[in-house]
Nanobody
Framework: QVQLVESGGGLVQTGGSLRLSCAAS????????MGWYRQTPGKQRELVAS???????NYADAVKGRFTISRDNAKNTVYLQMNSLKPEDTAVYYC???????????????WGKGTLVTVSS
């Protein structure tokens, strides 16, 4: 089994910063892509940012220039530095990891339980 545990969420004022962390543990052979998604009530979960094992990144247009995703492969951990936060960034943020299953020879997605980020105006 693989577990993803997020941390770092909380309440911050408009213009402030937060850093989210997500650590993967368990039976891990290797992790390819990792990413952060967010969801608000009544809306679909949306991609915020993703990063490949080699460090290539992808961002949603809404967060480009404000958020930075990074990862530590040795620690199976992904981070999301969020700067210049806006009220519309308020959401539950979920970590995602594509973990290689050596038995099935396929990548399998795992999700964390989420961490709430609230940006007050």
């Amino acid at each position: 089994q693989v577990q993803l545990v997020e941390s770092g969420g909380g309440l911050v004022q408009t213009g402030g910063s937060l850093r989210l962390s997500c650590a993967a543990s368990g039976r891990i052979f290797s992790i390819s892509a990792m990413g952060w998604y967010r969801q608000t009530p009544g809306k679909q979960r949306e991609l915020v940012a993703s990063i490949t094992r080699g460090g290539s990144t992808n961002y949603a247009d809404a967060v480009k220039g404000r958020f930075t995703i990074s990862r530590d492969n040795a620690k199976n951990t992904v981070y999301l530095q969020m700067n210049s936060l806006k009220p519309e960034d308020t959401a539950v943020y979920y970590c995602n990891a594509d973990v290689w299953n050596a038995v099935l020879e396929v990548g399998m997605p795992y999700w964390g339980k989420g961490t709430l980020v609230t940006v007050s105006s």
